[in-house]
């Protein structure tokens, strides 16, 4: 039996963030300033999730993918490679930006990366929503016109969102997150966002932050109208299966049969959004709002006391 791997969460200052991480998870966030992102798994060169316990203890995602790559990715892949998934939660106290991610074929000749992710729905205040692609109709002229004139609110297509709904945010559709939203963000390992407009909103600095819009312009899917939500059900369900990675949606609890993940069939992420999970004959639990890594040859079973839910990311690599 293989033990998760579980990370340091890194906690990003944000000025559309809370402290709502503290609230819903009990975390310890850095004081008096608001928490927008933490990010639990990540493996970028100015950003490394730490290894918190276990035989990988204080090492960096990126030095145990070198260390052991056949162990942790597969056979066959390249240590010098980047873990494909970037996980966040986003504590969504303000309206975020209304922006873009580049496409594949866009990203290159912009100087960014491609970034297709996921939003699972943690948590809502009353009336919050998501804005996601355009309103149908809306061309791009209109769009421009409405840029200029400082309406573009008008051209997006908003939803109402409600807890454990989900909605995969292809690149190059236009979106942006509504105040009051706790989010699980499963993406493509990116950091390139281009903003279209920000509501006239200041920075943490007091100045208004920039916008990219002729990067934006040449991103945005002007096919994409009113996209469906993943509604939350009682049982189990695919949330996402795209290219880039799957997630499914597991429910867990004690008349439930065991969640498996076996040796050999690709490595795989924990999102624990509701409950707790422990994995059996084992002492280690994760709690609601707990992520971890289970490695190519990882092979664990997972039990819980109560009903919960909990997301498995797989199928992000080339193995199978």
Known sequence: MTLPIVFEALYKERVWGGRRL???????????????????????????????????????????????????????????RPF????????????????????????????????????????AEPGAGLLVGLRTGVGRGEFERALREERLEECVHRVECFPGDSILVRSGRIHAIDGGNLILEIQQNSDTTYRVYDWGRTGLDGKKRDLHIKESLACIDFDDFEPDLVRA?????????????????????????????????????????????????????????????????????????????????DRFTSNP
């Open 84 to 123: 494909p998934i970037l996980v966040k939660w986003l504590d969504c106290r303000e309206r975020l930006s209304l922006q873009v991610h580049p496409p594949a074929e866009v990203a290159s000749e912009l100087g960014g990366e491609p970034k297709t992710e996921n939003w699972y729905i943690a948590a």
């Open 22 to 80: 503290e609230e819903e998870f009990g975390r310890s966030l850095p004081p008096s300033v608001p928490i927008g992102e933490s990010w639990e798994i990540v493996d970028r060169p100015d950003d490394q999730s730490i290894v918190q316990g276990g035989d990988y203890d204080g090492l960096t995602l990126r030095e145990i993918i070198q260390a052991n790559p056949s162990g942790i990715m597969g056979p066959g892949y390249d240590p010098a």
């Open 233 to 313: 059900g009682q049982g189990d369900a695919i949330l996402a299966d795209c290219p880039e990675f799957r997630i499914r949606k597991v429910v867990v609890g004690p008349d439930r049969t065991p969640l498996r993940l076996r040796s050999g069939k690709g490595p795989s992420l924990l999102h624990v959004v509701e409950g707790a999970v422990q994995v059996a004959n084992e002492s280690l639990v994760i709690n609601r709002g707990g992520n971890a890594l289970v490695p190519w040859e990882g092979d664990l079973e997972l039990r819980a006391e109560n009903d919960g839910v909990v997301l498995v990311t």
